[in-house]
């Protein structure tokens, strides 16, 4: 079992960064994949970043590479979305995801989910 919580959302302007964070409980495996994903008011859920919990190995959407960046800190169970230069486009709630294998397609097949915390970007 694997629960895991958001934290750092909240209400910023265009331009300002935010660190959010992730901690993730129950038992983990070296490798499992971590993952972040982002849901925006009438869009579906997009894929942004993924951590492998051993190695670190990332993979992040295209278009946020240079903006967005995944990272882990294993000692604390905990993975980290720094987001910088934000646009009011970035406005969604965002997930932490688990998947217990790290194999196949990185932006499928999660198994456990946030409950997601709200990102909010004025103009």
């Known amino acids: 079992q694997v629960q895991l919580v958001e934290s750092g959302g909240g209400l910023v302007q265009a331009g300002d960064s935010l660190r959010l964070s992730c901690a993730a409980s129950?038992?983990?495996?070296?490798?499992?994949?971590m993952g972040w994903f982002r849901q925006a008011p009438g869009k579906e859920r997009e894929f942004v970043a993924a951590i492998t919990w051993r190695g670190g190995s990332t993979n992040t959407k295209d278009s946020l590479k240079g903006r967005f960046t995944i990272s882990r800190d294993n000692a604390k169970n905990t993975v980290y979305l720094q987001m910088n230069s934000l646009k009011p486009e970035d406005t969604a709630v965002y997930y932490c995801a688990c998947r217990t294998s790290q194999t196949g397609n990185w932006r499928i097949g999660y198994e456990y989910w946030g409950q997601g915390t709200q990102v909010t970007v004025s103009s």
């Open positions: 129950g038992r983990t495996f070296s490798s499992y994949l």
